[in-house]
């Protein structure tokens, strides 16, 4: 079966580098996401990778994928206080619904 | 509007009754999910509609699920005798329709507490 996980907490110093790990079981994922969810808002996309990629970057943010050992990992540079917040990881397998982790909830200490 | 709406945003019940919840998807987009978030997990499927029709409907827990989307826009998700196990927040997605990316925009959620 399907199955995301993520370690749950992750504390990082104002300027550092977060990085953010996620594993995953299915090995027919087609994409995989990463969703930030700030206190009382919605999800919002930060940004997918597709399965035959091994890096994507965007700005700040660096996805890497390691296909044979299904880990997936966000780094995202110059972490800000305005980057707090919890970090879902997700796959696609084709089937149309999303499968998230529980989600790593990222301090940030000025 | 630009986003995906759903009303209320927080919904206060008794065990028994019946609710609904209501989302508006993003104009033009064909596909809507229904998730639920219980605290500390992440967003767990309900339900997906492609238009009008539910597509697949897998992950509702039980018969006292069920979602409607009548013109292919507005969708309501039905709870009837709620549980105190019922209490989460429930989310409402939509996306273009079944492409290659599957990029779905999230709504703010209802907050459901069942006392």
């Known amino acids: 079966g399907e199955d995301v996980e993520q370690s749950l907490f992750l504390s990082v110093r104002e300027g550092d580098s977060s990085v953010i790990n996620c594993t995953y079981t299915d090995s027919s994922s087609t994409y995989l996401y990463w969703y930030k969810q700030e206190p009382g808002a919605g999800l919002q996309l930060l940004t997918y990778i597709f399965s035959n990629m091994d890096m994507k970057q965007d700005q700040r943010l660096t996805v890497l994928l390691n296909k044979k050992d299904k880990h997936l990992s966000l780094r995202i540079a110059d972490t800000q206080t305005g980057d707090s917040a919890i970090y879902f990881c997700?796959?696609?397998?084709?089937?149309?619904?999303?499968?998230f982790g529980k989600g790593t909830k990222l301090s940030v200490i000025p | 509007g630009a986003g995906v709406s759903q009303t209320p945003s927080n919904k206060v019940t008794e065990k028994g009754k019946y609710v609904e919840l209501r989302c508006d998807p993003i104009?033009?987009?064909?596909?809507l999910y229904w998730y639920r978030q219980s605290l500390g997990q992440g967003p767990e499927f309900l339900i997906y509609?492609?238009?009008?029709?539910?597509?697949?409907d897998s992950g509702l827990p039980n018969d006292r699920f069920f979602a409607v989307r009548p013109e292919g826009s507005v969708s309501t998700l039905k709870i009837q005798r709620t549980e105190r196990g019922d209490s989460a927040v429930y989310l409402c997605?939509?996306?273009?329709?079944?492409?290659?990316?599957?990029?779905?925009?999230f709504g703010p959620g209802t907050r459901l507490t069942v006392l």
């Open positions: 509609f492609q238009g009008t029709g539910a597509a697949d």
């Open positions: 997605a939509s996306s273009l329709g079944p492409g290659e990316v599957n990029e779905q925009f």
């Open positions: 997700a796959e696609w397998a084709g089937s149309y619904q999303l499968t």
């Open positions: 104009s033009g987009h064909t596909a």
